[in-house]
């Protein structure tokens, strides 16, 4: 036999690692570990138990997220760079808000056997959740996603034409402000919900961009989202087209003739619907739930072909949230 058990093993201890990552973060310990600390400084800091605050350190050091070295305790550099709050690239609010959002799947066999509950009425998602979201979408953001983004649109043999932009379903905003600060001139318009753009509006005087970049609220399954773009940017927002052709015409019809739209989309599914593993498993509670699923691979670059861009070029991005498809179509 030239299999064994192993990997069946390991995958029983996938919770315990993700539990000592969510009550680090809850317990904020990483803050107090940028440098060399013992675990009984840690502990009378936070007010906890000395002998059970060191072995959960260990438990941290085991899945390399913390360093120990003759009794001291820092944070490994992932840690550091994402785990410390107050910093610009501290995503921990938002691996905590994820795991929420799996709770479900703490019903899994019930789930199974008896199927999705009754879909709520009203939709679940409050003005005041959508900007919660986009707040905590800031700092993913400047984790590496705007830098992807800038990195991708400058390289376009278009890019230093382009005269106006529009990032649709730009969240924040950071994105999109990027991408317009990397060019000497170009002008740029946030599209996204009302209370996800007033957010946006707050970014953009933040970083003093108010004479380059504007917002412009409403839903793009049925408002307009303007005219006149050289540059249409759109990332993982059209998961929410209710029908994807007509939004992908609006686009077109939104761009001049030779602009482009550049699209990173990471919700679509290879194998039959079971790969890549980590879109999979981040919308198993979601689908589970009742909500639809089942987005190919490609979905997107077949629409733009369908509405009409004369050509569409396409490859994978290996991200922090795993594989995306990148499509640039061009009109």
Not at 110 to 138: N, Y
Not at 190 to 218: C, H, K, N, S, W
Not at 227 to 245: K, M, P, R
Not at 280 to 285: A, F, Q, R, T
Request: aromatic letters at 8%; glycine letters at 10%.
């Amino acid at each position: 036999m030239d299999m064994d058990y192993g990997e069946l093993y390991r995958m029983i201890f996938s919770p315990i690692r993700s539990k000592l990552l969510l009550t680090g973060i809850e317990l904020k310990v990483f803050n107090y570990m940028s440098d060399p600390v013992s675990a009984e400084e840690v502990a009378q800091t936070i007010d906890a138990h000395p002998r059970n605050m060191m072995l959960f350190l260990d438990g941290l050091a085991a899945i390399d997220l913390v360093q120990k070295k003759v009794g001291l305790y820092q944070n490994a550099p992932v840690a550091q760079a994402f785990l410390v709050e107050g910093s610009q690239t501290y995503v921990g609010q938002m691996l905590a808000f994820m795991a929420s959002a799996d709770s479900p799947l703490d019903n899994l066999t019930k789930l199974v056997k008896e199927g999705p509950p009754p879909k709520p009425e009203k939709s679940p998602f409050s003005e005041e959740m959508l900007a919660q979201g986009a707040t905590m979408m800031v700092n993913t953001e400047q984790a590496g996603d705007a830098q992807l983004a800038v990195e991708i649109v400058s390289k376009l043999p278009e890019f230093s034409s382009f005269k106006k932009m529009l990032d649709l379903g730009g969240g924040p905003g950071l994105i999109g402000m990027a991408i317009v600060a990397a060019h000497p001139d170009m002008k740029g318009v946030i599209f996204d919900l009302p209370p996800v753009v007033r957010v946006a509006e707050t970014f953009i005087r933040e970083y003093q961009m108010e004479d380059r970049v504007e917002v412009l609220g409403g839903d793009f399954n049925r408002d307009p989202i303007g005219e006149g773009y050289d540059l249409v940017f759109t990332s993982n927002s059209l998961q929410f087209a209710h029908v994807i052709d007509p939004v992908v015409k609006k686009i077109y019809d939104a761009l001049n003739q030779g602009g482009v739209f550049v699209s990173i989309f990471g919700f679509g599914q290879t194998h039959e619907g079971t790969k890549p593993e980590n879109l999979v498993l981040g919308m198993l509670s979601m689908v589970l739930m009742g909500q639809e699923a089942g987005i190919e691979q490609g979905y997107i670059a077949d629409s733009m072909l369908r509405v009409g861009f004369r050509s569409v070029h396409s490859q994978i991005l290996n991200t922090a949230w795993g594989p995306m498809e990148l499509d640039i179509g061009r009109k």
